[in-house]
């Protein structure tokens, strides 16, 4: 009975250790406009990094999204606009952080902007810095463009504008519980 009364204890104990690691994280989300940015921010924090440094590695399967009539709509773009996808798991330290659906109207970042999306793992957070990001979250209940993996910890779906409150993107944002893991020693 003692083992078993231990063993709930230290159950518990971990769970609120995961609630309040949860909580710490989703306000880190919140405090920026930039998920690369809070990334970074956290990833330091945690100690997973030092400097932190966030990179976007691409999945083959952006494809297999294409914009939906409900994306095209939230980026005020119509069905002959081209909007492109990109897939990737944003990584910090080799540690998948984040898998992120981006959905893009191209014609709406500068050609320098769109190579380096096409041609490195910069974040797209970092690339479109210079025209301003300010995210706007999907009212709840609104329906995801996309699944989360198994075993996700926190998902957010928002239209990124510009400076001159332009839609450029929709992000769907998948984080994985490594976001929540132990800290390293």
């Given amino acids: 009975m003692r083992a078993l009364t231990a ?3 230290i159950l518990t104990s971990a769970c609120a250790s995961d609630t309040a690691t949860l909580d710490q994280f989703r306000q880190t989300l919140a405090s920026r406009d930039s998920a690369t940015l809070a990334l970074e921010q956290w990833c330091a924090r945690r100690g997973i990094m030092a400097p932190a440094h966030i990179q976007a590695l691409a999945m083959d399967d952006a494809a297999s999204s294409p914009a939906t ?6 980026l005020q773009v119509d069905r002959a606009e081209p909007v492109r996808v990109r897939h990737v798991r944003l990584t910090c330290a080799d540690i998948v952080l984040s898998d992120a659906l981006n959905w893009y109207v191209p014609a709406r970042l500068t050609p320098a902007m769109n190579v380096t999306l096409d041609t490195t793992r910069t974040p797209f957070g970092k690339v479109v810095a210079p025209l301003g990001l300010h995210r706007q979250p999907l009212p709840p209940g609104t329906p995801s463009p996309a699944a989360c993996p198994a075993r996700t910890i926190h998902h957010e ?3 990124l504008r510009r400076d001159d409150g332009v839609a450029y993107s929709l992000v769907s944002e998948c984080y994985t519980r490594a976001n929540i893991a132990p800290r390293r020693p």
């Fill in 157 to 159: 779906t928002a239209v």
């Fill in 7 to 9: 063993a709930l204890l």
């Fill in 69 to 74: 009539p409900a994306i095209r709509t939230a």
